[in-house]
T-cell receptor, first 114, second 114 residues
Framework: AQSVSQHNHHVILSEAASLELGCNYS??????LFWYVQYPGQHLQLLLK??????LVKGIKGFEAEFIKSKFSFNLRKPSVQWSDTAEYFC????????????FGTGTRLQVFP | EAQVTQNPRYLITVTGKKLTVTCSQN?????MSWYRQDPGLGLRQIYY???????DKGDVPEGYKVSRKEKRNFPLILESPSPNQTSLYFC?????????????FGPGTRLTVL
């Protein structure tokens, strides 16, 4: 069965620090990969997605993610975080052959202090 | 405005009292889905629907029912709620299940079962 692991459960950073959130998935076939963000009290919004092509994907608000197939990873990065990036971040994956189901990781809570 | 709406946003009820959480989308999306979000567990899919009159179980369907009589609506029914169904529930929709399975999420319904 597919699964998604986010090993960083809670990350605390100061503004301007660099961010990298880990995401690993367990599925050997072709996958579609997503990062969603949930700001406090709000619903989930799509940050970025990867289907095929360039493994370095750029999303909104300066976020990017790199798909490394050999490592089954899709880590999220941002060079310089802001206080407004405080949120919970979810990695999600679905198998290209069965896109009915989107499997989410357990989430990483990011707190950014001024 | 394109959106997914859920009602109610907050609900406190007692064990065994049937309840329905409504979900509606105005984007003519074919695919709709219900998730529950619990601390440390991320989002888990309860049920999904590929189109009108087509529904299927997700990862945690026990204790829930759904129906899809119209394209825009996908209510979640708890026939006999129990305290372990206390959670934050999200409805989501997308144009179709497929590569472009970017799901748009509703604002969430926080349910407490006493």
């Amino acid at each position: 069965a597919q699964s998604v692991s986010q090993h960083n459960h809670h990350v605390i950073l100061s503004e301007a620090a660099s961010l990298e959130l880990g995401c690993n998935y367990s599925y050997g076939g072709t996958v579609n990969l997503f990062w969603y963000v949930q700001y406090p009290g709000q619903h989930l919004q799509l940050l970025l997605k990867y289907f095929s092509g360039d493994p370095l994907v750029k999303g909104i608000k300066g976020f990017e993610a790199e798909f490394i197939k050999s490592k089954f990873s899709f880590n999220l990065r941002k060079p310089s975080v802001q206080w407004s990036d405080t949120a919970e971040y979810f990695c999600a994956v679905n198998a290209a052959y069965n896109t009915d189901k989107l499997i989410f990781g357990t989430g990483t809570r990011l707190q950014v202090f001024p | 405005e394109a959106q997914v709406t859920q009602n109610p946003r907050y609900l406190i009820t007692v064990t065994g009292k049937k309840l329905t959480v409504t979900c509606s989308q105005n984007m003519n999306h074919e695919y709709m889905s219900w998730y529950r979000q619990d601390p440390g567990l991320g989002l888990r899919q309860i049920y999904y629907s590929m189109n009108v009159e087509v529904t299927d179980k997700g990862d945690v369907p026990e204790g829930y029912k759904v129906s899809r009589k119209e394209k825009r609506n996908f209510p979640l029914i708890l026939e006999s709620p129990s305290p372990n169904q206390t959670s934050l529930y999200f409805c989501a929709s997308s144009f179709a299940a497929g590569r472009d399975n970017e799901q748009f999420f509703g604002p969430g319904t926080r349910l407490t079962v006493l």
